[in-house]
């Protein structure tokens, strides 16, 4: 008897084939999965930032504002004089949901700026709906404040 070590050249062809269809099948479904991903990401990221602005309009008590820029920009003001606009030692922080989901616009069902009050409630009620070419996701924000994806 011979004591054999390691693989036969037919024992790796068949294991590097079978490795070879398995990568075939994943690849093309995971590049599919990546457009919703995008989407549910930038979906994420606005509702984070939103619940953010909530919060810190709580225990800073005073208002926030959401100000709507473009389909992919938005501005998150912390406005302590309530005027709308920067002044003094108030600020401003630019949001682009296209720096990590370059595919992903949005649109706001209510064009004046979203507010969060002091008591965490919301004023100009919005539902902000995201797209790319996988389809939409929207956030929407009650008169309660609550922030919710859907």
Do not use: W
């Not at 024992?11 to 269809?21: P, Q, R, S, Y």
């Not at 099948?25 to 509702?47: C, D, E, F, T």
């Not at 008590?61 to 920067?86: A, E, G, M, P, T």
């Not at 595919?103 to 969060?116: A, K, Q």
């Amino acid at each position: 008897m011979h004591n054999q070590k390691g693989f036969s050249l037919i024992e790796l062809i068949v294991v590097i084939t079978i490795i070879a269809i398995a990568v075939g099948i994943i690849i093309p479904v995971y590049s599919s999965m990546k457009p919703k991903l995008r989407l549910n990401g930038a979906a994420r990221q606005i509702h984070g930032d939103l619940m953010r602005a909530k919060m810190q309009a709580v225990s800073q008590n005073n208002k926030f504002r959401i100000i709507y820029v473009d389909d992919h920009q938005y501005k998150i003001l912390d406005d302590d004089d309530d005027s709308d606009d920067v002044n003094g030692n108030e600020s401003i922080v630019t949001k682009d949901i296209q720096t990590n989901y370059y595919d992903v616009t949005y649109s706001s069902s209510n064009s004046n700026n979203l507010i969060f009050s002091p008591r965490g409630t919301a004023a100009n009620l919005t539902t902000i709906t995201l797209t790319n070419p996988c389809g939409t996701s929207t956030v929407s924000v009650s008169i309660t404040g609550r922030i919710k994806i859907d």
